[in-house]
């Protein structure tokens, strides 16, 4: 606001003293920080009521919670050692599972700050954002192809690219200044279109900064648990191992936070290919990215524009295997799926990946396969791919017999 008239000399006035960057005016409380602590077990425990370590903690929820308070408040809190493991579905890869305590101070977190670094974000960043997954990352590129290739009359290409290792390279302390960056911007910014009430009115910004180092700058490697075999990790390759990643380098997947972080660090590309490149339409989803573009010479130009800023920016490479140009005529795979003009389809990796499941089904009861048939049946609906369900489906002798494929699939014609 500003009283601006020809009486004062058009000079600006501040009506209101301004939010000084470096502090916060809310203080968070110790019953506050409690509070807070509650709502974000009540999402650590959602769906993995059950689980053995949930339990073990419920038993004594009040103690738990609050010894988990004091060390937080007096900034005393320090993650235990995760657990590392192998899983294979949909592809081999290294998780590290946070204990169950670490898991809700990352829903803390989370709670915290997600809405704040969402404001951040392009429209059309798509990954771990409420509303915007794979389906919704889809049909933006649809809707992208369409607007440059003017429905399809046009000549028109997908520019695709990907980051080798993303995970395993992210620099932990380049991200903590991404985050601190981010946050100290976005103090003085308001919260609600109602504009009464701004970022540090309502967070504690120290204490937000204090859980963002302590995060970030984890190291899950040290003194971590190794389930399984040594045999388990054959076959996977370094870039996507933490154990192999350069020092003070790398994010578990599996976290809740990694997820988070993940979209902050590369906000920055983000924010360079639609604010100094100019791409239009643009998208990404996680390390995953495209460009549609109708000059398939400046399409190309990009690439060394794209990995110069990766590499003197945020310390990453583009992976040159995965760097494809492609005409829209042909079409173009994207998150599992194909897009061929004025219709989508499942990728055939998916399809591939979902009759592998199907036949491990087909050997269960009936009780058993319900769901997850109801499951595949609802993510192949949502585009072009009826005969699909039909052959996968009507063609299994468990599935095919006793009106099972009238009632799971045409349900979802």
């Not at 404001?119 to 590129?141: K, M, Q, W």
């Not at 490697?221 to 020092?247: E, N, Q, Y």
Request: proline content about 5%.
């Amino acid at each position: 606001m500003n009283n601006n008239n020809r009486n004062n000399g058009q000079s600006v006035r501040a009506v209101r003293q301004p939010l000084p960057e470096t502090d916060s005016v809310f203080r968070l409380t110790r019953e506050g920080l409690m509070a807070d602590l509650r709502q974000a077990f009540l999402d650590a425990r959602r769906h993995k009521g059950g689980k053995p370590y949930v339990q073990r903690f419920e038993a004594r929820l009040e103690e738990n919670l609050a010894e988990l308070c004091d060390e937080l408040y007096e900034r005393r809190y320090r993650p235990r050692p995760s657990q590392c493991f192998i899983i294979t579905d949909p592809k081999q890869r290294e998780v590290f599972a946070a204990d169950f305590r670490d898991r809700i101070v990352h829903h803390l977190y989370y709670n915290y700050t997600h809405v704040l670094y969402e404001r951040t974000f392009i429209h059309d960043s798509y990954s771990c954002i409420p509303g915007r997954g794979t389906h919704y990352g889809v049909a933006r590129l649809a809707r992208h192809i369409r607007q440059e290739s003017q429905g399809y009359t046009v000549p028109c290409y997908v520019l695709k690219m990907d980051i080798r290792g993303y995970f395993m390279h992210i620099d932990r302390r380049r991200l903590l200044g991404i985050c601190e960056e981010t946050l100290a911007g976005m103090a003085p910014h308001y919260v609600s279109p109602s504009r009464d009430r701004r970022w540090g009115d309502v967070l504690d910004l120290g204490f937000v900064r204090y859980l963002t180092e302590v995060i970030a700058l984890l190291d899950p490697t040290r003194d971590c648990r190794m389930a399984g075999s040594a045999a388990d990790w054959h076959g996977l390759p370094h870039d996507k191992s933490l154990f192999h990643s350069p020092p003070g380098c790398g994010l578990p997947i599996g976290n809740l936070t990694s997820q988070l972080f993940s979209n902050v660090y590369l906000n920055v590309l983000d924010q360079y290919m639609k604010r100094v490149l100019g791409c239009r339409h643009y998208g990404r989803y996680v390390d995953d990215f495209y460009v549609v573009g109708a000059d398939r010479g400046w399409l190309l130009s990009l690439v060394p524009q794209v990995d110069a800023l990766l590499r003197g920016r945020l310390g990453l490479e583009l992976h040159e295997g995965k760097t494809t140009l492609s005409s829209v005529w042909h079409g173009v795979e994207f998150l599992g799926h194909w897009l061929k003009p004025h219709r989508i389809y499942a990728s055939r990796t998916s399809v591939r990946r979902i009759g592998r499941k199907l036949e491990r089904l087909a050997a269960c009861a009936p009780g058993e396969w319900e769901a997850p048939l109801n499951s595949y049946c609802g993510l192949l609906a949502h585009w072009q791919n009826y005969r699909l369900r039909r052959h996968l489906l009507a063609g299994n002798e468990a599935f095919g017999a006793g009106g099972v494929f009238d009632q799971a699939v045409r349900h979802y014609r």
